[in-house]
């Protein structure tokens, strides 16, 4: 039976955040130092940088490998972020090991994002994210599991990418996306971590479906780029008589096509726009260069 936990000296809510050097995993630490009455600790496989504040904890283990005791030790709630973005099972012995940990250590909470759609589009790396949310089912510490639509910072590269060749490049017009803040998401998991259990909770999206093309437009609109995209119907891609893609990645194509990595069930929808994501990363990089500037 698990062992009752003495409340921290201070009364504050202990979190572990694993992935917490990540794009996400840096806002949920910044959303979790805003809320006074919560102790943190970063997990990485890292030791921490210099310039770390003395009142973030920081345990420097790899979740695959190492031991986890220290990590889990005195913890109310777990989020867990940290992913090798890849199909191997790199992920799943991470989670596997840190569910372990967390039920000797009686830990309360463990909250465990995933990806909208993973159990409808076969990417292997989602037959991973599959795997994980089973392991997290199975466990023994209460747990939440919110799967979250593509960040901004992720559609943002699906363009950027291709954008920055020095050819033209061809673009799958109609594939869709729902993006959403990494800050929204940091907020709602922060949210759930400090509050009960959810369960499967439900999924995070941004405030709008766009196709690539339409991504793309606001792209360049806020970039000002000249346009060197040139968009591309999956139908034709699925066609083409020399250089169609396999049947495996053509199933995976029609998935985003049809937008089964958007939210079909309970949802909580961010506010911020994909525009309004530039801008503001726009109007950040400025306010830097002023502030270096006077230096
Ligand atoms: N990007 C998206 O659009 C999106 C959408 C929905 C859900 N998600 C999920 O959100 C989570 C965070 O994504 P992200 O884009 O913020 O990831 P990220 O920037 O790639 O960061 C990954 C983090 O995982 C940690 N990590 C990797 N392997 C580890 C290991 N073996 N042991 C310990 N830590 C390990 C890394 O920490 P160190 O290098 O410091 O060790 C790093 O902080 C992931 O689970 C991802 O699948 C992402």
């Known amino acids: 039976m698990a062992a009752e936990r003495a409340p921290s000296a201070t009364g ?49 283990a790899d979740l695959t490998t190492d031991p986890l005791e220290a990590a889990v030790e005195g913890v109310d709630a777990v989020i867990h972020l940290a992913s090798t973005k890849g199909a191997g099972d790199g992920d799943v012995i991470g989670i596997r090991r840190l569910v372990d940990a967390a039920e000797r250590a009686s830990v309360r909470h463990l909250v ?42 992720f559609v943002d590269r699906l363009v950027a990418t291709p954008a920055s060749l020095p050819l033209p490049s061809p673009i799958i017009a109609d594939l869709r996306f729902q ?40 792209w360049l609109a806020e970039s000002g780029r000249a346009a060197s995209l040139v968009p591309v119907p999956l139908e034709a891609v699925l066609g083409a008589s020399s250089a169609a893609p396999p049947a495996s990645v053509a199933a995976i194509l029609e998935g985003y096509r049809a937008a089964e990595n958007t939210p079909h069930g309970d949802r909580t929808l961010g506010r911020v726009r994909f525009a309004d994501w530039l801008r503001q990363r726009r109007d950040a990089g400025q306010a830097r260069g002023h502030t270096s500037g006077r230096s």
């Open 12 to 60: 504050a809510a202990r979190v572990l955040v694993t992935g917490a050097t990540g794009t996400l995993g840096r806002h949920v630490v910044a959303a979790l130092e805003a809320r006074r009455a919560v102790g943190v600790r970063v997990l990485s496989r890292r030791e921490p940088p210099p310039d770390t504040p003395a009142h973030r904890a920081w345990a420097t």
């Open 179 to 218: 993006p959403v803040d990494e800050r929204e998401v940091a907020e709602r998991l922060v949210e759930v971590a400090l509050g009960q259990p959810r369960g499967d909770a439900p999924e995070m999206a941004g405030p709008e479906v766009l196709t690539l093309v339409e991504i793309a437009a606001v």
């Open 112 to 153: 465990v994002i995933s990806i909208i759609g993973c159990d409808r589009i076969p990417l292997p790396f989602y037959a991973t994210k599959l795997q994980i949310e089973a392991v997290t089912r199975a466990a023994r510490v209460p747990w939440s599991i919110v799967r979250v639509a593509q960040f901004h910072s």
